[in-house]
């Protein structure tokens, strides 16, 4: 899709209300209201909760300050999948390198990544991801991600307080926004000529790949040496739009039916 100049002005103004907070696995109801006021002082709105330890509560209406509406309207879900499922662009963030390295950008790349994604597509929908309190983000949810956004700190001490996290990346977004409302808009088109495939297909793809290695006895589950992974993270990095997707499940689909695969398999 070619943003025309009226796409791209929509872009501009989504920026804003296409970018949704993910807090995974909250244990302190506090750092979710501090992270709704974080989110309303810039001007942002879509909360979702990824099965939080308790449901927001007195305190976090308190620390939200009066953010109230966007602790009544964050949606809840079970898992990271659910939260991710309609996104085109997914951002992880991380406060240490990971085993696995993962494209890794500042919080100010973040933001324009963000607004690439929103012009190109006014409709795309961009997911922030914040981890838990103690752990973080796991490496499986972290391999759902686009980017790893890291915010620079101190090396001795680079584990900011979730809603801190929030607060820095939201308002980079915000200072993004602000520039573009006088941004020279032809500049800012994207001349990508297919909408970005959704978390949910990609994972579809995912799947059908796994099935497919397994039962060429190229991957073998029981020994897996990262493979999935380093797949995952390949495709990750290539940002597929959903023609690619397709041609990709279409040639999964042709090896089966060569290989004669499916016949093969036990029936479930
Ligand atoms: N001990 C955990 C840190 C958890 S801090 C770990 O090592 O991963 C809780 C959350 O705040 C993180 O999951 C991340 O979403 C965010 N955060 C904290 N510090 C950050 C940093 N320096 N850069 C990016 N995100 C950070």
């Not at 991957?219 to 041609?247: K, S």
Request: proline share 4%; glycine share 4%; with cysteine.
């Amino acid at each position: 899709m070619s943003a025309n100049t009226s796409e791209v002005a929509a872009g501009v103004a989504g920026l804003l209300s296409n970018v949704r907070i993910v807090l995974v696995n909250t244990t302190h109801t506090g750092n979710i209201g501090a992270a709704a006021r974080a989110m309303k002082n810039m001007g942002l709105s879509r909360l979702t909760l990824v099965a939080p330890k308790q449901q927001p509560d007195a305190e976090a209406y308190a620390r939200s300050s009066r953010a109230d509406e966007i602790l009544d309207q964050a949606m809840i879900v079970d898992d990271l999948e659910a939260a991710i499922a309609d996104c085109q662009l997914v951002i992880g963030t991380s406060a240490r390198q990971r085993n696995l390295c993962w494209p890794l950008i500042t919080p100010r790349q973040m933001a324009d990544e963000a607004a690439k994604a929103s012009m190109a597509q006014p409709d795309a929908q961009i997911a922030l991801v914040f981890g838990r309190e103690d752990r973080g983000l796991t490496n499986e949810e972290l391999a759902l991600c686009h980017f790893h956004v890291n915010i620079p700190t101190d090396e001795s001490f680079s584990s900011l307080n979730v809603a801190a996290a929030v607060q820095v990346l939201v308002y980079e977004l915000r200072v993004k926004w602000l520039e573009l409302q006088d941004a020279t808009l032809p500049d800012w088109q994207d001349e990508w000529d297919v909408d970005w495939a959704d978390a949910a297909g990609v994972e579809r793809f995912y799947q059908h790949l796994e099935q497919v290695l397994t039962d060429l006895d190229f991957y073998d589950p029981e020994n897996p040496r990262n493979l999935m992974q380093r797949l995952r993270r390949l495709y990750q990095r290539a940002r597929l739009d959903q023609t690619e997707l397709n041609i990709l499940r279409g040639i999964l689909t042709a090896t089966e039916k060569a290989a004669d695969l499916k016949a093969k398999r036990p029936k479930s």
